[in-house]
């Protein structure tokens, strides 16, 4: 059992970091969750492999990427995949035609994730009224 324990509350933190204090003290969150937080093509991936609803997104890797980003991404924002935060390393783009956006993707540190804004498709459950309890009036 653990006396000493360290969390974190910032993602930025080096997980390696978070490894090393973990060998003599309990850390929450775990280095590897922080890990995954830290990037957002990881980030994504984690969560559709968990089977959770992700939004469209492509990584943008090269060029290339940029101009083969499909239609369903517009409009969408461009993510640096890490350190990006609180707006820097991001870009708003309306469509394709908006002008610079290739440009801002080449300055913008890669790897990057290009999502699509709007909302996330989610099928969820029917709403059924609450039953009168005790709890209710």
Do not use: H
Not at 9 to 37: C, G, K, W
């Amino acid at each position: 059992v653990y006396k000493r324990q360290a969390t974190t509350e910032f993602e930025n933190v080096p997980a390696e970091a978070l490894r090393f204090l973990a060998r003599t003290i309990r850390v929450a969150p775990s280095a590897d969750s922080v890990a995954i937080a830290q990037n957002r093509i990881a980030e994504k991936s984690f969560l559709r492999e968990a089977g959770l609803p992700v939004g469209d997104y492509a990584v943008i890797a090269s060029a290339q990427d940029v101009l083969d980003a499909p239609e369903s991404l517009f409009p969408g924002i461009l993510k640096a995949a890490r350190f990006g935060y609180d707006g820097k390393g991001q870009a708003a783009v309306a469509d394709r035609s908006a002008k610079g956006w290739t440009q801002t993707a080449k300055e913008l540190p890669q790897p990057q994730v290009w999502e699509a804004l709007g909302l996330l498709k989610l099928n969820p459950p029917p709403i059924r009224a609450a039953e009168k309890s005790s709890c209710m009036p």
